[in-house]
């Protein structure tokens, strides 16, 4: 059995570089994540980089604020919610969504084969908003445990990432999670009170639910 190690994050770079290649096997995903560490392929010359930022980014349930006009919209129940459903598209949508100041996706075909994998595990997550037929908005992310984290999220109709991030959340809570790893601040997340706090604190928090780090 292979033993994965990732370099300790104390020695990243500025920029929260960790280490260079590697692969996307299951058990390397889930010991990066376990370290405090994600993948995020830079470019075609370095198509798979680990990163650990310092600041790292958080969204603790208890903080979290639902602007009344959102929380207004969506008591009309314009989406129909469904958690675990569709990781396929949702990822997929996630990579070919256009963002904002985003010309391009970290989202390559290798990380989709790797976190689709993982979600077959039973290591990744996903919530989807649906109208009809049609997937309208989504998230997907990492479940280890007690941990979560949010990937990345797209939106084809208005507030209907919002929506399945929220039911997201709410379902976490009921789980008995109280935060989910957000990596860095979107404008969404910090729009719902999304922060930053140091990595040190953040591996803390990682080791109180039981991580190596």
């Given at each position: 059995?292979?033993?994965?190690?990732?370099?300790?994050?104390?020695?990243?770079?500025?920029?929260?570089l960790?280490?260079?290649?590697?692969?996307?096997?299951a058990?390397?995903?889930?010991e990066?994540?376990?370290?405090?560490?994600?993948?995020?392929?830079?470019s075609?010359?370095?198509p798979?980089?680990?990163?650990?930022?310092?600041p790292?980014?958080?969204?603790?349930?208890?903080d979290?604020?639902?602007?009344?006009?959102?929380?207004k919209?969506?008591k009309?129940?314009?989406f129909e919610?469904?958690?675990?459903t569709?990781?396929?598209?949702?990822?997929?949508?996630?990579?070919?969504v256009?963002?904002?100041?985003?010309?391009s996706?970290?989202?390559?075909?290798?990380?989709?084969?790797?976190?689709?994998t993982?979600?077959?595990?039973?290591?990744?997550?996903?919530?989807?908003?649906w109208i009809?037929?049609r997937l309208?908005?989504?998230?997907y992310g990492?479940?280890?445990?007690?941990?979560?984290?949010g990937?990345?999220?797209?939106t084809?109709?208005?507030?209907?990432?919002?929506?399945?991030?929220?039911?997201?959340?709410?379902?976490?809570?009921?789980?008995?999670?109280s935060?989910m790893d957000?990596?860095?601040v979107t404008?969404?997340?910090k729009?719902?009170?999304?922060?930053?706090?140091?990595?040190?604190?953040?591996?803390?928090?990682?080791?109180?639910?039981?991580?190596?780090?």
């Amino acid at each position: 059995m292979r033993k994965v190690v990732f370099p300790p994050v104390e020695g990243a770079t500025e920029d929260g570089l960790v280490a260079v290649g590697g692969d996307l096997q299951a058990d390397t995903i889930l010991e990066a994540y376990s370290r405090g560490i994600f993948p995020w392929p830079l470019s075609p010359e370095f198509p798979l980089a680990w990163f650990s930022p310092d600041p790292r980014g958080i969204l603790e349930f208890k903080d979290m604020h639902v602007p009344k006009s959102l929380i207004k919209f969506l008591k009309k129940e314009p989406f129909e919610i469904k958690y675990d459903t569709s990781f396929a598209e949702i990822i997929r949508l996630c990579a070919i969504v256009p963002r904002k100041d985003q010309p391009s996706t970290w989202i390559t075909p290798d990380i989709i084969h790797g976190y689709t994998t993982l979600f077959e595990q039973g290591y990744a997550w996903c919530c989807g908003a649906w109208i009809g037929q049609r997937l309208v908005g989504g998230l997907y992310g990492v479940k280890l445990g007690a941990f979560r984290s949010g990937e990345s999220m797209f939106t084809l109709e208005d507030n209907a990432g919002k929506a399945a991030l929220l039911a997201a959340a709410e379902r976490f809570q009921l789980e008995g999670i109280s935060w989910m790893d957000t990596q860095m601040v979107t404008p969404v997340v910090k729009g719902l009170g999304g922060k930053e706090i140091d990595r040190k604190v953040f591996l803390a928090m990682l080791k109180k639910i039981g991580f190596p780090t």
